[in-house]
């Protein structure tokens, strides 16, 4: 037998823990720690969507756009992200340009698409594979620091390699675009409320 | 609150709060500002996009789709995007992507080029390339005509359409040794390089596209010669040997150079499609330049060995023409060979060029009755020697007013200038009569003239001998002796010169006394004429003697 702590009358801290019975105002707040308390994550879906649609709009220039400039002795060339994988393809780490291209490419997509389609579920109240939906938020939120990596190294090498008249490394538009992505979509996972996966859930499951 | 609850009352109830403030409409501020960063890079990157244009090349060497860049003067202009062959396989089109802005390179003749190291003859370029990578330069022309799809240099060019200077087509028999970048010396500055060659659609000769840079190209003008300044030139002269180059670069690689005859007093514009002769030497080039030859033919009753087609004609020591050729000719009704000598002259080299201004318009022979005139008053052909080391021979031209008398046939064609036996036949016919001259001489009688005549003169000498000389010699010592007289006196002069001298010196003593005395004087003569100044202005002075002063 279960039922949903909201439909008890209990709030949840999500600082400490601690749970509490919900008081006749409007608002509450944790009786131990003071920290605002709701039984859903207040306006969750809107914002969920609101950090979406800013990550899938900088997805576009994060992919097309130049990250990198490289100028050196040799020459100059500017690298979007495809074709540093392409370039590591070509060279033969193709295990190089995977890692790349799954943290880079694949994540990014992937968490946007999720994220869409959990808001999309949760907000046509889809009652099937509610399970699966939360295993899928899970890996989200875990997976999506990983795609700072591109970032990182970035960031490495235009502090590292700026050897003037040999070599220079600057960071191109797509970087900080990139950046905002990864931020973007860590703020819409961070605001989606895994629990309205679970709302409408009626009658106990078997 | 549900029935039923577990445990109620062991729950803390939580704080009532004051309402949360709706913050729905703050969050959307997100996405609009990611809208606008994204819709502001994607206008910014298409309006960053520049043309594309097509360029051919005849191989891709040193080109990478993607990383080769476009410079213009060094400054990074594009980027090879893709590079493809050809459609009929005969090269390969590298398509272009060039940065914002650079429609108005893009010009009918823009021209680009592979900069690749080239290392020729005399210029290294390209170094850096080394390094960097090949790169394709562009030179933007002149033209206001866009343009979206170029043939590629295979060659960079010597010269870009902005630099400042001139463009010259020379023609020349053959390249030499020039080849482009080859320098062009005007006293032996280089002022400029060769920027192209080309062979004549006909193949008999080479057209040399020469760049003169600014400021030299004034000093290139329509008279200005042209020559191959490639090599040594040695000449064996009345000065002796001179050897002639114009720098060691050019004795390695090759090069041209030019100068313009000063007698030239304006010189004429040139115009854009003027075309330049290219002579093999500085000597050929300043020869004048012949565009008329009158042809005569010399008839000469001697050997003709040593002349050779191509062997000067000189009129008083100017070569006018030269020998064109040397046959032999029989004639069946008089039985007899001769030998025509067929010349060829060049009327312009008479025209008079020493008074300045334009040649006189004026042509020796246009109509034959000049030249048959001069055949009256005697001009003939004669053969000389040239060098009695090597026996060679020439033309001479010159006047005979005592030769016999001779007609210019002006309807043979061409005409037979009359000849005069050479000078050597000449000798020759005067040492013989000379000899027979000296046959006639009475010799023997000559001789014993000439003896008693010196008999003569020795018994004269032998009187002189024997009168003459004893009073002579007592006269000498006469005169020996007066003059050592002469001596002493002189020497007594110098002495008492001498003393004069001393006692005049200006430390002597004689002359310190007389400088004082002169002071005395002068001191003598300043009270007198005080004294007469005032005996002026005071006549009673001499009566009541010198008053008291009185203003």
Redesign the interface.
């Known amino acids: 037998m279960s039922?949903a702590a909201a439909?008890?009358?209990?709030?949840a801290c999500g600082t400490c823990g601690?749970?509490?019975?919900?008081?006749?105002?409007?608002?509450?707040?944790?009786?131990?720690c003071?920290t605002?308390?709701a039984f859903r994550k207040?306006?969750s879906i809107?914002?969920c969507w609101?950090?979406l649609?800013?990550?899938m709009?900088?997805y576009?220039?994060a992919n097309?756009?130049p990250i990198m400039y490289t100028s050196s002795?040799?020459?100059?060339?500017e690298d979007t992200i495809m074709?540093g994988v392409l370039f590591l393809w070509e060279s033969g780490s193709w295990y190089l340009a995977l890692i790349v291209f799954v943290a880079s490419i694949v994540v990014p997509l992937v968490k946007l698409i999720a994220l869409a389609a959990l808001l999309v579920s949760v907000q046509l109240g889809w009652r099937s594979r509610r399970a699966e939906r939360a295993r899928l938020y899970r890996l989200i939120e875990s997976i999506g620091r990983w795609s700072m990596l591109d970032i990182f190294v970035v960031a490495l090498l235009v502090a590292l390699v700026q050897l003037t008249a040999l070599a220079a490394v600057r960071a191109g538009?797509a970087a900080p675009?990139f950046g905002?992505v990864v931020v973007?979509t860590m703020a819409a996972a961070q605001s989606f409320d895994p629990r309205l996966i679970w709302d409408g859930e009626r009658r106990p499951r078997a | 609150m549900v029935n039923g609850d577990p445990a109620p009352e062991r729950i803390p109830e939580a704080l009532a709060a004051p309402r949360a403030g709706r913050s729905l409409p703050l969050v959307w501020i997100v996405p609009a500002v990611a809208l606008a960063i994204g819709g502001w890079l994607a206008v910014s990157t298409w309006l960053e996009r520049g043309p594309v244009v097509e360029i051919h090349f005849r191989t891709a060497e040193g080109l990478q789709a993607g990383k080769t860049r476009i410079k213009y003067k060094d400054v990074d202009v594009g980027h090879i995007g893709e590079i493809s062959l050809a459609a009929d396989l005969t090269g390969i089109v590298a398509t272009a992507h060039l940065g914002k802005g650079t429609d108005k390179l893009l010009v009918e003749d823009t021209r680009f080029w592979v900069v690749r190291p080239r290392i020729s003859g005399s210029t290294v370029s390209g170094l850096q390339t080394l390094l960097s990578g090949n790169y394709v330069a562009l030179d933007v022309g002149k033209s206001t005509q866009r343009r979206r799809l170029f043939i590629g240099l295979e060659q960079p060019p010597a010269f870009t359409t902005d630099a400042p200077g001139r463009q010259l087509t020379l023609r020349s028999e053959d390249i030499g040794s020039l080849d482009i970048g080859s320098p062009v010396y005007y006293r032996r500055l280089q002022v400029g390089q060769v920027a192209a060659y080309a062979l004549e659609g006909d193949g008999k000769a080479v057209k040399v596209t020469i760049f003169i840079n600014a400021p030299y190209d004034r000093f290139v003008s329509a008279a200005s010669r042209f020559w191959h300044a490639s090599g040594i030139d040695v000449a064996l002269d009345a000065d002796g040997v001179r050897v002639k180059t114009e720098s060691l670069v050019s004795l390695a690689v090759g090069g041209i150079a030019f100068a313009t005859p000063f007698e030239e007093a304006e010189p004429a514009p040139i115009t854009s499609d003027m075309l330049f002769e290219l002579y093999r030497s500085q000597t050929l080039a300043f020869k004048s330049p012949d565009r008329i030859a009158d042809s005569y033919v010399l008839v000469f009753n001697q050997s003709v060995r040593g002349l050779q087609p191509g062997a000067p004609v000189d009129f008083r020591g100017i070569v006018v023409g030269e020998v064109a050729a040397i046959h032999t000719q029989y004639d069946p009704q008089n039985e007899r060979i001769s030998i025509p000598v067929e010349i060829r002259i060049y009327p312009e080299r008479f025209t008079s060029r020493l008074r300045g201004g334009a040649p006189k318009s004026g042509r020796l022979g246009k109509d034959g009755k000049f030249v048959a005139r001069l055949v009256d008053r005697g001009l003939r052909a004669q053969l000389r020697t040239a060098s009695l080391l090597t026996g060679q021979l020439y033309v001479a031209l010159d006047f005979f007013p005592d030769a016999p008398r001779a007609r210019l046939d002006l309807a043979q064609s061409p005409p037979e200038l009359p000849t005069t036996p050479s000078t050597l036949e000449d000798l020759h016919a005067t040492l013989v009569s000379l000899a027979n001259k000296l046959e006639r001489v009475p010799l023997e009688q000559m001789a014993a003239d000439f003896t008693r005549t010196l008999q003569s003169v020795d018994s004269l000498a032998r009187r002189l001998d024997t009168e003459l000389a004893p009073e002579a010699r007592a006269t000498l010592a006469e005169m020996r002796k007066t003059l050592s007289e002469a001596t002493k006196t002189m020497g007594d002069a110098s002495r008492t010169f001498g003393a004069a001298e001393k006692s005049l010196a200006p430390d002597s003593a004689l002359f310190a006394e007389l400088q004082d005395a002169a002071r005395e004087f002068a001191r003598t003569a300043q009270s007198l004429r005080t004294l007469a100044d005032y005996l002026e202005r005071n006549p009673q002075a001499l009566l009541r003697g010198k008053s008291a002063d009185t203003p």
């Open positions: 039922a439909e008890l009358g209990l709030l601690l749970v509490s019975r919900a008081p006749a105002a409007p608002a509450a707040a944790c009786p131990r003071r605002r308390l207040p306006a809107a914002h609101a950090y649609v800013a990550a709009v900088l576009v220039p097309t756009l002795l040799f020459g100059s060339s074709s538009p675009a905002a973007l």
